[in-house]
């Protein structure tokens, strides 16, 4: 299975501060990443496939890149209805797995 | 604008069958470009995909709950359905059912969970 490690666990930030979530993946998987947002008691939401696409309606605060395993959400100027917590998930093959999981706090 | 909404016990015995039910709307289960699939979390962790079924009745299965699970798909009724035998208190979790893409395989949208919770 291919295991992905997301950090930090949790990050506290400011309205209108920049963050970066990094999730490393175990093995080599291109392009085939997407991330979610996930608030309390509500379903994830897809924000990115393909580790670089933004998903239609997600705002241009958002953006996602990759480096060999490495791959990378930052969200340019908090907002408030960003505070969530974010995952990362595999798409490259069967089982599909998650990352652990990102919580962005509030500071 | 499509829509799927899970549905069953909100509470099982010990060793006995959770079974669940997911059903779509807007939409037909017999698209070509989708699998559907399941996602659990449990209170407070993260997310663990659980299996993935095409309209055809074709399936993926987590291996580690392999051994436990049937997954099945309805087209007459839109809907698909998961079985996990013999649960525990570690099946305790909210549910979702999902919509993943054949091409991306990203999960997009999902319904709003529910919870189960394994408790005699």
């Known amino acids: 299975d291919i295991q992905l490690t997301q950090s930090p666990s949790s990050v506290s930030a400011s309205v209108g501060d920049r963050v970066t979530i990094t999730c490393r993946a175990s093995q080599v998987i291109s392009s085939w990443l997407a991330w979610y947002q996930q608030k309390p008691g509500k379903a994830p939401k897809l924000l990115v496939y393909?580790?670089?696409t933004l998903q239609s309606g997600v705002p241009s605060r958002f953006s996602a890149s990759e480096s060999g395993t490495d791959f990378t959400l930052t969200i340019t100027s908090l907002q408030p209805e960003d505070f969530a917590t974010y995952y990362c998930?595999?798409?490259?093959?069967?089982?599909?797995?998650f990352g652990g999981g990102t919580k962005v706090e509030i500071k | 604008q499509l829509q799927l909404q899970e549905s069953g016990p909100g509470l099982v015995k010990p060793s006995e069958t959770l079974s669940l039910t997911c059903t779509v709307s807007g939409g037909s289960i017999t698209s070509s470009n989708y699998y559907w699939g399941w996602i659990r979390q449990p209170p407070g962790k993260g997310l663990e995909w659980i299996a993935s079924v095409y309209y055809s009745g074709s399936s993926y299965y987590n291996p580690s709950l392999k051994s436990r699970l049937s997954i099945s798909v309805d087209t007459s009724k839109n809907q698909f359905s998961l079985k996990l035998r013999s649960v525990t208190a570690a099946d305790t979790s909210v549910y979702f059912c999902?919509?993943?893409?054949?091409?991306?395989?990203?999960?997009?949208?999902w319904g709003q969970g529910t919870l189960v919770t394994v408790s005699s």
């Open positions: 393909a580790a670089s």
């Open positions: 998930q595999q798409t490259k093959s069967f089982p599909l797995t």
């Open positions: 999902a919509r993943q893409s054949t091409k991306e395989n990203s999960l997009d949208p």
